[in-house]
C-alpha cells in the first residue's frame, strides 16, 4: 500500500462477501459402542450447534440404519438449537436384534441457506454381537466374606433375565 502511495497509484478497495455469517447447523462429538450384545440398548450421543443468524426454533434429528442401499429409521428426538450458539445434547438409542456389523446414521435436516449440508450428518459402524452365556468357575479356600459378596452378585446374574441366563455359575469351596 505504501510502496503505491509513493508511486503514486490510486487504489479501489472493494468489499466482498456477506458480513453476516451464513446459517449452519452442525452435528459433532459422536459417542457410541463399537461392540454392543444383540438385545441391549445402544445409546448414541452427540452435540448439535446452530451458527449464523436466526437459528430454527426446534429441528428433528433422526437415526437411521443402513439397510442394504436403503436408510430405515431407527428412532427421532426433536431437539431445540440454542440461539447462542452452544452445542445442545442430541441423545437417541436403538435395541438391535440383528448380529452382524450395522452401520448407522444420525442426521438433522439441511436450512434454508445453510451453506455445508455435509455437516449435518455423523455416521457409526456398530458391531452387534450374539449374546452368550459366560462360564464361571469360582474356587476359593474358605468361606471369606469376598467369596459370599462375589458368589451371591454372580447368583443374581444368572437369574436376572429368565431363559436367558447370561452367567452359568460353578462354585467350588475347598
Known sequence: GREAARA???????GIG??????????????????????????????????GPDPAKSVPAVLYERVGDKLVERARETVRPDP???????RLSVVPEEPGERTFVIDVPVQPGESEPGNNRLERVVTVAESRKLRVLYIEGYPRYEFRFVKTLLERETDAVRGNRSVDLSTLLL
Open 18 to 51: 456477506d458480513a453476516r455469517e451464513p446459517p449452519d447447523l452442525v452435528l459433532s462429538d459422536l459417542k457410541a459402542d463399537d461392540v454392543v450384545l444383540k438385545g441391549d440398548r445402544l445409546q448414541f450421543e452427540a452435540r448439535l450447534t446452530a451458527r
Open 8 to 14: 503514486g497509484v490510486p487504489l479501489y478497495l472493494v
Open 84 to 90: 447462542a450458539g452452544k452445542p445442545v445434547p442430541v
